[in-house]
């Protein structure tokens, strides 16, 4: 089975911080990606990465940067934290059949 | 790029009942249609999909249907069961592993 574990479950942050999510998965997989929830707008794409050092904005990048040092890990960056930020944040990996989905982050920013 | 349309946002049924969930889709190279269902508290999971060579696809009490003409395709759901409440997403995808989802649509089945 696959694993995709995320750094925290709940996150409290102040605006203008810099924020860290970590995603870890367990496959060796190239593909994953980072979306954000909000209620009333789905899931939405903040970036995608194909493998180590690559990286492709999603929808909705602005705000946010990537890293993928290790094929096993993909961060996403906060470089300073906004009100606007707070969301549930999904990170995965993408098979050819499945996109399968981390427990999720639950950041607010105050 | 590729917009998908889902509808309705929220849907309650009885026990019993049957449910079907709506969603377009702007890309005419779109060819995966996946669907995921949330749970409360937890993080969506496939329950079904349906590719663009295929108009149909059943499992159990779940179905996709697909009309590439038209840019639409549904999920029914027959005999609803109160564990069947969730918020359901609809997806496509144009074979680069990325998706793009609808809104989600909330469904309450009322024992």
């Known amino acids: 089975d696959v694993k995709v574990t995320q750094s925290s479950r709940y996150l409290v942050k102040r605006t203008g911080e810099k924020v860290f999510l970590e995603c870890v998965q367990d496959m060796d997989h190239e593909n994953m990606f980072w979306y954000r929830q909000d209620p009333g707008l789905g899931l939405r794409l903040i970036y995608f990465?194909?493998?180590?050092?690559?990286?492709e904005k999603g929808d909705i990048p602005e705000g946010y940067s990537v890293s993928r040092e290790k094929k096993e890990r993909f961060s996403l960056i906060l470089e300073s934290a906004s009100t606007n930020q707070t969301s549930m944040y999904l990170c995965g990996i993408s098979k050819p059949d499945e996109q399968y989905f981390g427990p999720g982050t639950r950041l607010t920013v105050t | 790029g590729e917009n998908v349309e889902q509808h309705p946002s929220t849907l309650s049924v009885q026990e019993g009942d049957s449910a079907v969930i709506k969603c377009t889709y702007s890309?005419?190279?779109?060819?995966?249609f996946p669907w995921y269902k949330q749970e409360l508290g937890k993080r969506p999971q496939l329950i079904i999909d349906?590719?663009?060579?295929?108009g149909e696809k059943k499992d159990q009490r779940i179905a996709v249907t697909l009309n590439k003409t038209a840019k639409h395709f549904s999920l029914h759901i027959t005999e609803t069961q109160p564990e069947d409440s969730a918020v359901y997403f609809c997806s496509s995808g144009a074979g680069s592993y990325q998706l793009t989802f609808g809104k989600g649509t909330k469904l309450s089945v009322i024992p």
């Open positions: 890309d005419s190279a779109s060819n995966y």
């Open positions: 990465s194909y493998d180590v050092k690559m990286k």
């Open positions: 349906i590719r663009s060579n295929v």
